[in-house]
């Protein structure tokens, strides 16, 4: 049934109109069953954990509003917590982690890595036969420079500072971190795959902060190396990237990676999408705060998208994940306006 999953055509570079959309966190705390769920499971490492609750959340956007794809409820940092790595999340302050050390890399530990994740495994497993036959699933990762980030500041912080420190003060350490990340979050996502992932994500959240050079560095290279491991093994199912804001640093993003889509931030000009949108397929990118604000601001914002990228092979998504206080019934509207659109 893959060929009715328009999601996966888009992704192979066909133009589908209306295009097909979901929304970054799509499952989270704007809805009330999540928040009902959330206060069950106890913690949210549990929530990520218990497949009965993964699965759960993961379904609920899809039975209100039938998205076109869903994406595995996780969190990225579970790659390091398998890894080895203390990991909570505070109310109010999000992931706590002790800082990992350069002399502490050397020391993760990656023989019960997929032990550890086996629950997210057995939550893939059980979501594409609980999903409609046409919706994509999506499973994912955090790219290593954005996973490494919280690793080594223990929290997230506005630029990254003691991250892109650590890189031009230890860079031996700093690369061994991401080649290990690369690795095991490469393995992650090929046991995705086998346990029934359709496509993949790679969220690269802070690559935005990094010069030129970094971010070839610290960006693209781990990421390439993980498209090309999963390739190895998976070479037609397709992969995004989200390299969020990388501005003009988008224009070498695909084809120095190997990803077939390119998450774009809202902060990107159409223009530049279009741009991008021809070398393949684009997802995105309306503001988030449009859809928060409704009425004439959500309707200009997805007429703007849809009359610059519909012609081409386009995921329509936010430009970055929902925030908690948006309305549902806006997000009722985005559909409708996106669903009902015409050429």
């Not at 794809?69 to 390091?80: E, R, T």
């Not at 036969?129 to 994912?140: K, V």
């Not at 806006?330 to 050429?343: P, Q, S, Y």
Request: aromatic letters at 8%.
């Amino acid at each position: 049934m893959s060929e009715n999953r328009t999601v996966l055509k888009v992704l192979r570079g066909e133009a589908v109109f209306p295009p097909p959309l979901w929304m970054m966190r799509q499952a989270g705390r704007y809805l009330p069953e999540y928040r009902a769920t959330r206060k069950r499971a106890g913690s949210f490492l549990d929530l990520c954990y218990d497949p009965d609750f993964a699965v759960e959340v993961t379904l609920q956007p899809i039975k209100r509003f039938g998205f076109d794809a869903s994406i595995l409820f996780s969190d990225i940092l579970v790659v390091p917590h398998a890894l080895g790595r203390d990991l909570r999340f505070e109310e109010g302050r999000g992931p706590v982690l002790t800082p990992i050390t350069a002399a502490e890399i050397g020391l993760l530990k990656t023989e019960t890595f997929h032990v550890n994740l086996e629950p997210v495994y057995e939550t893939v497993r059980r979501l594409r036969t609980s999903l409609p036959r046409e919706t994509t699933l999506i499973g994912f990762c955090g790219a290593p420079w954005t996973v490494a980030t919280y690793m080594i500041a223990g929290h997230g912080t506005p630029d990254q500072a003691p991250a892109r420190l650590f890189a031009y003060r230890e860079p031996a350490a700093f690369r061994s971190l991401l080649d290990i990340l690369a690795e095991q979050s490469a393995a992650y996502l090929i046991r995705q795959v086998e346990a029934g992932a359709d496509a993949l994500q790679i969220f690269d959240s802070w690559s935005g902060v990094l010069d030129e050079a970094s971010f070839r560095t610290f960006c693209v290279a781990p990421v390439a190396k993980i498209v090309s491991r999963v390739r190895e093994v998976y070479p037609d199912v397709p992969i995004i990237g989200f390299p969020k804001g990388a501005g003009a640093n988008y224009a070498g993003y695909r084809g120095e990676t190997g990803v077939n889509g390119l998450g774009l931030d809202w902060t990107v000009p159409l223009e530049q999408a279009r741009q991008l949108q021809a070398g393949g397929a684009v997802q995105g990118n309306l503001d988030p705060l449009r859809l928060v604000a409704g009425g004439p601001a959500l309707a200009e914002g997805v007429d703007a998208i849809l009359g610059k990228l519909g012609g081409g092979p386009l995921i329509f998504n936010l430009g970055h994940g929902i925030t908690p206080e948006t309305p549902i019934p806006h997000v009722e509207e985005m559909v409708r306006l996106v669903r009902e659109a015409k050429r």
